[in-house]
């Protein structure tokens, strides 16, 4: 499984619990972070093998493979002694963990753990690598988009959205003036898994619409028929 736009951040989830990678997944995406997912160790390393994602998430208990073992290859190959590694495991002793730091995982999280500390650390780890890759902040013309504090502003006032609107929001005004299709946006922010019908597209984009524009101002969102949505490009001028 691949999601993501060809110039986000690309992170890989090496996990073999299914529903935890299809969680990962799922919010990762919804993040605007390009996403795929390896179920084995050896399956891992042939997608590594093809291309080198930006960071990698990564179990420590994998079938073929280890994590441990994954994460010592990656160190010993020059195209990835500096890959950004956070490791997974529900191994919580101190030598545990020291052990997994010491083959070179530059952040360890324990089982079970909660989804937004993972986000974070994420963004903490990708912003010192690759500071920019990853911003705090979007905007475009009048429109202000924190992504830390979860708050949305257009010329100075406060903008109340509710998560999916938020999210909705921040995935358009990552590439300001392209046309999403509705199996796009259901795709990056509800998650592929998601059995949602592609209206439902609709009903939120009408409330994100009537959050952003007061009577007299400017519709910021772009319809375009048979194709999607997108931020209007205009907008900015």
């Not at 999601?3 to 993040?31: H, K, M, Q």
């Not at 257009?154 to 509705?182: A, M, N, V, W």
């Amino acid at each position: 499984m691949k999601t993501g736009s060809n110039d986000s951040p690309r992170i890989l989830i090496v996990e073999d619990e299914a529903s935890l990678a299809e969680l990962l997944a799922y919010n990762l995406s919804a993040e605007g972070y390009g996403v795929d997912v390896a179920v084995r160790g050896d399956e891992a390393e042939l997608k590594l093998a093809e291309s080198t994602p930006d960071l990698v998430i990564l179990d420590w208990m994998l079938p073929a493979i280890s994590g441990i073992e994954i994460c010592r290859r990656l160190r010993a190959r020059p195209e990835t002694k500096t890959l950004p590694v956070i490791m997974l495991t529900a191994r919580s002793e101190e030598n545990e963990r020291v052990r997994g730091l010491s083959v070179g995982a530059d952040d360890y999280i324990v089982k079970p753990f909660s989804v937004p500390e993972l986000l974070a650390r994420v963004r903490a780890l990708l912003r010192r690598v690759s500071p920019e890759r990853i911003a705090n902040r979007l905007s475009f013309g009048e429109i202000e988009l924190d992504r830390d504090n979860r708050r949305v502003r257009r010329s100075g006032r406060d903008i109340h959205l509710g998560p999916t609107e938020f999210r909705i929001l921040e995935y358009l005004l990552q590439k300001p003036g392209r046309i999403f299709t509705r199996a796009q946006l259901l795709d990056s922010v509800w998650g592929l898994s998601a059995e949602i019908d592609e209206r439902t597209v609709d009903v939120h984009i009408g409330r994100l619409r009537k959050a952003l524009s007061r009577s007299a101002e400017t519709n910021p969102i772009r319809t375009v028929r048979g194709a999607g949505y997108g931020f209007d490009d205009r907008f900015e001028k």
